[in-house]
């Protein structure tokens, strides 16, 4: 999943040809495709702070390293890129967490979803254990309290402590990082790639 950004900058295409000749046309496109390139990965940085200033959490930080830039042009001429998670990245199965809307998730194995929950949950928001097959967890036991299924531990006074809720599915809402991200950083890309062109043009 990921989001284009597309950028407009000034070009004198006449000057160009003057100063730079019949190599214009190729050194124009490198001038702007480098400036594209640094202006991805400062719109990289911009959506990954914006994750973490809403509290997007992984274990591994997969998801957040996997938030790059990458080519979203039809041709060599277009200021036009991706910013988000590749397909290809493992971590795309979280990318929603990064777009807006709602997804429904359901188990890809077994019956149930394991959501930690309770004591679980370290301050930060990160799960402590991945699974109630945690090799730590042997001792734990399902408990069913009504209609929802729990696993946990007794603590040493016997009360059960719940450290996962399994559910059959869960409603998933994403944070909006991406839009957000982009917009602020759409500015100074321009400026970027802008100053690519404008280097080039002045060059003595």
Known sequence: ?????????????????????EAAGPMLIAALQGGLLEGGQYAVGEAVMEAREKKIQSR????????????????ESDLELKVGVPV????????????????????????YLTIPIGANMTPAGVPRYSSPRDPELEEGFFLRVGQALYYG????????NP?????????????????P??????PTMVEIVQERVDALLNAE
């Open 1 to 21: 999943m990921a989001e284009t950004v597309k950028l407009q900058v000034r070009v004198d295409v006449g000057a160009a040809a003057l100063k730079l000749g």
């Open 60 to 75: 591994t930080g997969s998801l957040l390293g996997s938030i790059s830039s990458f080519d979203g042009a039809e041709s």
């Open 88 to 111: 290809e990245s493992p971590a795309s199965r979280y990318a929603y967490l990064l777009e807006e809307g709602v997804k429904t998730i359901t188990p890809v194995k077994g019956q």
């Open 153 to 160: 531990l007794s603590n040493a006074k016997g009360v059960f």
């Open 163 to 179: 450290l996962f809720q399994l559910v059959r599915r869960s409603t998933v809402k994403g944070r909006n990082v991406l839009g």
């Open 181 to 186: 991200a982009l917009e602020r950083a759409r």
